[in-house]
């Protein structure tokens, strides 16, 4: 296939500098736009896709490194890469155009060799950006082929289990190992709808929208569904009685979906007839909540990696949490994404066991 024309965009208030810069990439065979304002610039960026962006600094209004950061906190012109072009020498600038976002500096007088070598740098980023991205396209489809297939087949075993199950006169032991099956089942649909939404968050094809959400109201409905679950193995599920109503910043699906896998993870953690406490706090305009199980405690080497997808076979074997992987990854990235934070504390402080997992949000008024 045919390599596509590089696009390059000029952005210099000063005409004579851009007609400058213009000249020298003219000889490289790409295609030129030109903007003389930040605000214009990044109007270009969006509408050309350009595979490197020449920005000046020094620019009335809106200068060159808050175009950048701009560039680079959407995510359609995130990946362009930034070369600034300035005559500025002194280390506080170029070290907040690196914090912006920018790959490289050509300074002013420009010498058309490093102007040269610094474009073509650029456009060989871009691209390798380009086919990154389009891999990700690739593995979401086929992640959403597999989820898609996985869900049609369980469903058949879950209908033909629940059916079973349905029937008084099936044998005392036959009616476990169908259980066993109807169960196993629900897990691995879980298991495979957890993987398509770490996908979606992965690429940011999630859909997130913020609003107080009631936490107090929120944590009864999740609980409310456990309480069975929880009662199989006669464990008891005491959640915070609170004196007054407390909100949080946050997308109520992807919070809800937070505390469901924390509640599951404590679950299947906690020790039978065992304990699982969920507690809520506010402090300094921020909301607090813990989900704490009284099982083994996880080392602390792995407070940090049982979030990361890498460490998941290493967490697996060094703490026998098998099957809270995903979910807690989901978490990880659901917070995240939620602007709050998640994090361990095992053993759970002033005792020697349990684990507790602690998230937390801004705080709001409902």
């Not at 490194?65 to 012109?77: A, H, M, Q, W, Y």
């Not at 593995?139 to 087949?153: G, K």
């Not at 679950?229 to 007054?244: C, N, P, Q, S, T």
Request: proline share 4%.
């Amino acid at each position: 296939m045919k390599a596509m024309t590089p696009k390059v965009l000029i952005v210099d208030d000063e005409p004579e500098n851009a007609r400058v810069l213009e000249a020298m990439v003219t000889p490289l065979s790409v295609e030129i736009y030109t903007a003389s304002s930040g605000s214009q610039a990044l109007e270009m960026a969006a509408k050309v896709s350009p595979d490197v962006i020449l920005l000046d600094i020094m620019m009335p209004g809106m200068d060159g490194i808050e175009v950048c950061r701009r560039l680079k906190k959407d995510r359609s012109t995130r990946n362009i890469p930034v070369v600034f072009v300035t005559a500025l020498t002194d280390v506080q600038n170029h070290a907040a155009a690196v914090e912006a976002g920018g790959i490289g500096f050509v300074t002013k007088p420009v010498q058309h060799i490093v102007l040269e070598a610094s474009i073509k740098s650029a456009v060989r980023m871009k691209r390798l950006s380009d086919e990154v991205d389009e891999l990700m396209r690739q593995r979401a489809s086929i992640t959403r082929m597999f989820v898609h297939d996985v869900n049609n087949l369980l469903n058949v075993s879950l209908g033909h289990a629940q059916l079973m199950l349905l029937d008084d006169n099936l044998p005392p032991s036959l009616r476990e190992d169908v259980a066993a099956i109807e169960k196993s089942s629900r897990d691995i649909r879980e298991m495979a709808l957890g993987l398509q939404d770490v996908e979606k968050l992965d690429s940011g094809t999630m859909p997130i929208s913020l609003e107080a959400v009631n936490l107090r109201e929120l944590a009864e409905q999740r609980v409310n569904n456990f309480i069975s679950e929880a009662a199989e193995r006669d464990m008891k599920i005491e959640l915070d009685k609170l004196a007054e109503e407390v909100a949080v910043q946050a997308d109520r699906s992807l919070l809800s979906r937070v505390l469901d896998n924390l509640i599951m993870n404590a679950i299947r953690f906690c020790s039978d007839k065992g304990l699982i406490e969920i507690s809520i706090s506010e402090k300094e305009n921020m909301v607090k909540v813990g989900v704490t199980d009284d099982g083994e405690p996880i080392p602390k080497a792995f407070h940090t990696r049982i979030f990361e997808k890498s460490a998941q076979m290493e967490v697996r074997q060094a703490t026998g949490r098998r099957g809270a992987g995903l979910g807690l990854i989901f978490c990880k990235m659901a917070m995240d994404a939620m602007g709050g934070t998640i994090w361990i504390e095992s053993p759970v402080p002033g005792r020697q066991d349990g684990t507790r997992f602690v998230v937390r949000l801004p705080a709001a008024q409902i």
